[in-house]
């Protein structure tokens, strides 16, 4: 068509991807180490090194108490869980590379969500 508008997205549109890009998060095999909150008591440093904690089901629970305000207020939070696990972990441990694996798979999945 020679007129083509760029499809603004509602606020619903956006949760909903929201939505489908967690489930996705969640079910990925390399999800483990980021699924609940770090327990800092069994984490000796993690709470001293890192100043904004954030995992998958606290993201959970944010949007379904509707606290995101768009994608991109949940893309701030999903990209936070990962630069936590690099700024702790080795980039050579088992942790530090699911980070790397999961923000890989996160990157491609949110940017094809958006085409
Ligand atoms: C994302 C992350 N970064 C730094 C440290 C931990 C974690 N994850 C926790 C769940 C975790 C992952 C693996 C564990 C563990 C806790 O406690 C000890 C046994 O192995």
């Given at each position: 068509p020679i007129y083509c508008a760029k499809k603004t997205k509602t606020h619903k549109d956006e949760l909903g991807i929201c939505r489908v890009l967690l489930a996705e998060l969640e079910a990925h095999q390399d999800a483990w180490p980021f699924l609940?909150?770090?327990n800092h008591r069994a984490v000796p440093g993690y709470r001293k090194v890192i100043k904004k904690p954030m995992d998958f089901s606290t993201i959970k629970e944010k949007l379904t108490s509707n606290q995101y305000l768009n994608l991109e207020t949940f893309i701030i939070d999903v990209n936070l869980v990962f630069d936590n696990c690099e700024r702790f972990?080795?980039?050579?441990s088992e942790i530090g590379r699911a980070g790397h694996r999961m923000r890989r798979f996160f990157d491609k999945r949110w940017t094809e969500l958006l085409q």
């Open positions: 609940t909150p770090v972990n080795e980039d050579d």
